[in-house]
């Protein structure tokens, strides 16, 4: 179940071995530009509408922005725990979503009992929380998992921006009082930053008010600026913050500053934070006795990042008409190393790049030049290093990056130090 730990075990593999392949041509019934390169490029592969396998390289990817987001949500005290798919459908009448909610996918067994394949785990979140909580000195505290979703999207034709199936981070804070409510409020607002900037996608990321439901007053998203969005948002050209299409209909003026010039520009939201109140709390009776013996109502925030939706974000922020371009911090590997005509000096460097423990895939197919640059352009690895009859006979080893038009010829013995 671990991703992280397989993949952060493997650092290298060899392209001969890859059981995907790339393809060629453009996909008929895929209309995305994340959904055409991802699996064109052996990323993913479509099962049907909305929903995806993850093939190596892509899962390499999933599992690079899971830990980012692991260690992050770990620093503010977040407990990893991972909750059931399959939910009892009477939690979900208890909060009245069963029927309120459109989207849910509802199951049945022979026997004729209902379920519900979890959309969002507030129904299983409270109940586990008040099964262990009794005291007020429990409080405050965190859970958050990586779990699949299940949504009946209807227009499931953005790839794998918005599946039918797909994985996201769902944090859930506890709190007794609004002022710490608050404060964790920030906390993950400013660990929401980090996430995004370590994902590479950082300065194209605004954090946008949106509206809070009937329970506060606002809530935040946060949305990618790129063609491809679904949202349109309002940047505010003073702060920098931005406002949904939402609250720009009731507000003339940035709730941050106050300014009132703003440009539009369409954007994807990634992830979001919720103030939830007693929403799930209520439901469930969740209340705990305070110093003075009084009972008080447990408070809720709700924080969710879509990892399917990030990661296809970062190919529709990062790529060309060749292929993807991964920043480095989520790309499937850091080198593609690519040997032209059977060459003793590759395997070597192969070997080398292992022992320094820099990731790599090793293009050792006997295939065309022509189809291996084709390949690294569509994989979108960030660094290539051809080893050629051509590159030795002027040096060394040829290193390009894949964000880059122009290469450069290292001498091989420099070639570690230059990619450390
Ligand atoms: P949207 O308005 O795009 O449908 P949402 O408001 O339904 O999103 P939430 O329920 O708040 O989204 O889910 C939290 C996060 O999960 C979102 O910010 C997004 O990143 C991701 N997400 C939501 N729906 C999908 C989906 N169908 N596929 C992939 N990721 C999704
Ligand atoms: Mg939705």
């Known amino acids: 179940m671990s991703k992280s730990l397989i993949y952060s075990n493997i650092k290298h593999m060899r392209q001969s071995q890859l059981f995907t392949k790339t393809q060629k041509d453009a996909l008929k019934d895929e209309v995305s530009v994340n959904a055409q390169l991802l699996i064109r490029a052996g990323f993913v592969d479509k099962l049907m509408a909305g929903v995806y396998t993850f093939l190596p390289l892509g899962l390499r990817v999933m599992t690079k922005i899971e830990n980012i987001i692991r260690e992050e949500i770990n620093k503010i005290g977040g407990q990893e725990v991972f909750m059931p798919t399959l939910q009892p459908k009477e939690s979900w009448m208890k909060t009245g979503r069963w029927d309120a909610m459109d989207d849910l996918y509802k199951v049945k067994d022979t026997g004729g009992k209902e379920f519900a394949l979890g959309p969002t785990h507030e129904e299983v979140v409270v109940p586990l929380a008040q099964k262990y909580i009794n005291s007020y000195k429990d409080f405050p505290f965190y859970i958050y998992q990586f779990q699949n979703k299940f949504r009946m999207e209807l227009r499931a034709k953005s790839g794998i921006l918005r599946g039918r199936e797909f994985l996201m981070k769902d944090l859930y804070s506890f709190h007794l009082n609004e002022e710490d409510f608050n404060d964790y409020y920030e906390k993950a607002a400013k660990t929401y930053e980090k996430i995004f900037q370590r994902a590479g996608i950082g300065d194209k990321t605004y954090k946008t008010f949106a509206s ?70 209520k439901p469930f ?26 990661m296809g974000t970062v190919v529709e922020v990062y790529h060309d008409d060749k292929g993807m371009i991964w920043p480095e911090s989520v790309a499937p590997f850091k080198v593609h190393l690519i040997s032209l005509g059977k060459n003793e000096e590759a395997e070597k460097i192969y070997a080398d790049l292992q022992k320094k423990n820099i990731e790599v895939l090793f293009d050792d197919r006997e295939v065309t030049a022509g189809q291996k640059f084709a390949d690294a352009d569509i994989i979108g690895i960030p660094y290539r290093i051809v080893i050629s009859e051509k590159s030795l006979q002027a040096g060394g080893a040829e290193l390009k990056k894949r964000s880059e038009d122009e290469s450069e010829i290292i001498k091989i013995k420099d070639l570690i130090e230059k990619l450390k």
Request: one cysteine or more.
């Open 212 to 281: 809070g439901g009937s329970f506060s007053k606002y809530s935040h998203e946060y949305q990618t600026v790129t063609p491809a969005g679904e949202d349109t948002i309002h940047i505010c050209n003073k702060c920098g913050l931005a406002i949904n299409e939402e609250i720009r209909a009731e507000t003339e003026t940035c709730p941050n500053c106050k300014g009132t010039d703003f440009r539009k520009e369409k954007a994807i939201e990634v992830g979001n934070i919720f103030n939830l109140k007693n929403k799930f709390t």
């Open 285 to 310: 009776d969740f209340k705990i006795k305070d110093e003075k013996g009084e009972d008080k109502e447990v408070i809720m925030g709700c924080y969710g990042i879509g990892l399917s939706r990030l």
